[in-house]
């Protein structure tokens, strides 16, 4: 069950279910436990492959295990590392490589205005909003609207939009990684 955690950082929402974190240990085993059965089924499966089948019959059979069980076994690992590095979270612990959350919302947080002006794009006031050519496409009149109440930005021309966050991954061709450092360095 997949629940909604709305705008609340992956720490705050643990704080406000402690009984999940405490049952998270338990989940990872019995998860690995799962794993481990469905390696075994697939390990027996391959075995039970027929040197005389034909390729057709030998690959429909190897698609069925990867359909049936593999994807399973992906799944499970997901999950198992979803667990993992929330049970990381609440210890107070950053997992190695990962954004935490706060520095998610503090790139959230630069001003797009600002952004697009350090990289040249000159803008034109409209109202509350700010108008330019986009940087995206071949532009002739001003299409790219940045909203800096909501902090964010739509092409009419071209259909770009979303935060601050992807018009850095856009317009500097970064990662989502690359972006979020870009902003808050």
Not at 26 to 33: A, P, T
Not at 161 to 168: C, L
Request: with cysteine; glycine share 4%.
């Amino acid at each position: 069950m997949e629940i909604i955690k709305n705008n609340l950082t992956d720490k705050q929402w643990l704080e406000m279910f402690p009984q999940f974190v405490k049952e998270i240990p338990k989940r990872i085993k019995d998860l690995e436990r799962e794993k481990r059965n469905l390696v075994l089924t697939v390990r027996k499966y391959l075995k039970s492959i027929d040197k005389n089948w034909t390729t057709n019959d030998k690959n429909f059979y190897l698609e069925q295990i990867k359909v049936f069980k593999v994807w399973d076994i992906v799944e499970i690992e997901r999950q198992i590392y979803n667990l993992k590095r929330y049970l990381a979270i609440s210890k107070g612990r950053a997992i190695k490589g990962r954004i935490s959350d706060e520095v998610i919302q503090l790139a959230l947080s630069a001003p797009i205005k600002e952004v697009a002006i350090k990289a040249g794009i000159k803008l034109r006031k409209s109202g509350r909003n700010f108008t330019a050519s986009c940087p995206f496409h071949h532009d002739r009149s001003p299409s790219l609207y940045l909203y800096p109440e909501r902090n964010d930005y739509h092409c009419f021309g071209c259909g770009a939009h979303g935060n601050v966050i992807n018009f850095v991954q856009q317009l500097h061709k970064y990662s989502f990684k690359g972006a979020v450092e870009y902003l808050t360095f």
